[in-house]
């Protein structure tokens, strides 16, 4: 089964607003990443982060990684509507070169 | 610099029948990935190759068989299509990290198939 779960899987708000959607893991990792994917389109890597660190920020994204919930966050702060997208969160599973995509957040940013 | 390309961006097969995905990085990553996309899933990953030479399956190998050519490519073949292997299929390749880590995964646009 797959390891990472995202909350919400739809999400719906509106321009200006903050969006935040997050990820659940089941076992120890190396690292948490964060994808983007438009429609029709692959996935961009957004932001990774380390099972040493607990935040870490680029532009207009906040993410925490909490190793003893495991679970981590991804805060989009001021959304446009380009910002519209599937998210979806990626584990680096410690001991293995495999990563585990999570089912993904719908993210929907209405003008 | 392309990244990652796939080709071909669509493909409609009939049962039974055999199709290579082929898969190209520009970036000298040793580590690439396979995976498939179904509506309202995440990724789950076929096969993957953490260097020349070698491959790996993933979760779901079933039905799939893959071969690293060089560094650069790595390809994906269905012998023989199910409509159960109706998908999006994406290649990746995996940047290193910093201090002997891992980094990112690298995507393609990935290959629509529609197995009749």
């Known amino acids: 089964s797959q390891q990472g779960e995202e909350d919400p899987q739809a999400l719906s708000i509106q321009e200006g607003e903050n969006a935040t959607m997050n990820c659940s893991y089941k076992?120890?990792?190396?690292?948490l990443q964060w994808y983007r994917q438009n429609s029709g389109r692959g996935l961009v890597h957004l932001i990774l982060?380390?099972?040493?660190?607990r935040e870490k920020h680029s532009g207009r994204l906040r993410v925490t990684l909490d190793t003893s919930k495991k679970s981590s966050s991804l805060l989009i702060t001021a959304s446009r509507a380009a910002d519209t997208a599937s998210y979806f969160c990626?584990?680096?599973?410690?001991?293995?070169?495999?990563?585990?995509f999570g089912t993904g957040t719908r993210l929907k940013v209405l003008a | 610099n392309a990244g990652v390309t796939q080709t071909p961006k669509f493909q409609v097969l009939k049962t039974g029948q055999s199709m290579t995905l082929q898969c190209a990085q520009d970036?000298?990553?040793?580590?690439m990935y396979w995976y498939r996309q179904d509506p309202g899933m995440g990724l789950r990953l076929i096969y993957y190759s953490a260097s020349e030479g070698t491959t790996d399956k993933g979760e779901v190998p079933n039905g799939y068989n893959v071969s690293r050519l060089n560094k650069r490519e790595f390809s994906l073949r269905l012998e023989s299509a199910a409509p159960s292997q109706t998908s999006v299929y994406f290649c990746a390749s995996r940047a290193p990290g910093l201090a002997g880590g891992r980094g990112p995964q690298y995507f393609g646009p990935g290959t629509r198939l529609l197995v009749l």
């Open positions: 990626a584990t680096d599973a410690s001991g293995t070169y495999k990563y585990i």
């Open positions: 982060i380390r099972s040493n660190e």
């Open positions: 970036m000298n990553h040793n580590s």
């Open positions: 076992t120890s990792i190396n690292n």
